[in-house]
């Protein structure tokens, strides 16, 4: 099937009054999209299903742009897999909750998942009681965190410790979750502190501390371009060069000859 999306509802966003969570789903499978989508009654749930995607690459755009809060994938797609599309939203900042739905019993993908934060992985057929309880689950821990008192605050020098954490682990797989694992801070609290204190969001804070670090190994290293992206986080080095271009106007390469320029001019 070449279509992007087979599906959008409307926007019935409310049921019984309540607040429904919003969900995306991926698979390249139209017939077992279609399954999930109407053997679940989501609405009971406190979920609706607001896009269907049989293109990994254009759902990867989709949930970037504007994440929802559970994004559920099959693995094995073309093109761009499962994983691969998870690590990617993650490092672009998407920050949604992520489940798994696959057909492939493999454990390598089980243990990449859990590197990811993903929320669950599930084998296919999937049974409606796993859904129940799982979605259940989900949707008691974004009723906390979505009724967070916007009045708490964080010790002085809370904020402080957590950029630390950031520009030191910069070369680790960083993502939202992680961060809140670490410093057992709520996610949506740890989003609205990035906008109180530096006015942008975590993965803009992110990429901008990636790139200035990056910047840094240019002009005062040799390391060639993919060690550099690997130092950085960067596990791509196409990647790599396709976010600095966008940032910078200029490729990292043109960027380290530009600096050696300088360094080379006397009295610079």
């Not at 390249?28 to 269907?52: H, M, N, Q, T």
């Not at 708490?152 to 950029?163: D, H, M, N, S, V």
């Not at 989003?191 to 990056?214: G, I, M, N, P, W």
């Amino acid at each position: 099937m070449i279509g992007v999306v087979i599906d959008q509802l409307p926007a019935q966003n409310t049921y019984g009054g309540e607040t429904l969570y919003r969900i995306v789903l991926i698979d390249d499978e139209p017939w077992s999209a279609a399954v999930l989508k109407e053997s679940i009654d989501w609405k009971e749930l406190g979920f609706y299903i607001d896009r269907l995607y049989t293109n990994p690459m254009e759902a990867l755009r989709a949930i970037c742009a504007d994440p929802p809060d559970v994004v559920i994938t099959d693995i094995s797609m073309p093109v761009l897999d499962g994983l691969e599309l998870i690590r990617k939203a993650q490092f672009d900042g998407c920050t949604s909750r992520f489940v798994i739905l696959s057909a492939h019993r493999n454990f390598d993908y089980a243990k990449a998942a859990l590197r990811l934060d993903v929320v669950d992985y599930y084998l296919k057929p999937i049974h409606p009681g796993e859904i129940t309880t799982l979605f259940s689950s989900i949707k008691a821990t974004l009723d906390e965190e979505h009724n967070l008192s916007p009045g708490e605050t964080l010790p002085a020098g809370r904020f402080e410790e957590i950029l630390a954490y950031i520009d030191a682990n910069l070369h680790q797989h960083l993502t939202l979750q992680s961060i809140s694992d670490t410093f057992f801070l709520n996610r949506t609290y740890i989003c609205a502190l990035f906008k109180k204190h530096l006015d942008v969001t975590f993965s803009q804070y992110l990429t901008s501390a990636r790139l200035e670090k990056a910047k840094f190994y240019l002009s005062h290293t040799n390391l060639k371009q993919l060690e550099i992206a690997e130092k950085v986080g960067f596990k791509d080095e196409f990647y790599f060069s396709k976010v600095f271009k966008k940032a910078e106007n200029m490729s990292p390469g043109v960027y380290r000859k530009l600096a050696a320029s300088r360094w080379e001019k006397p009295g610079s």
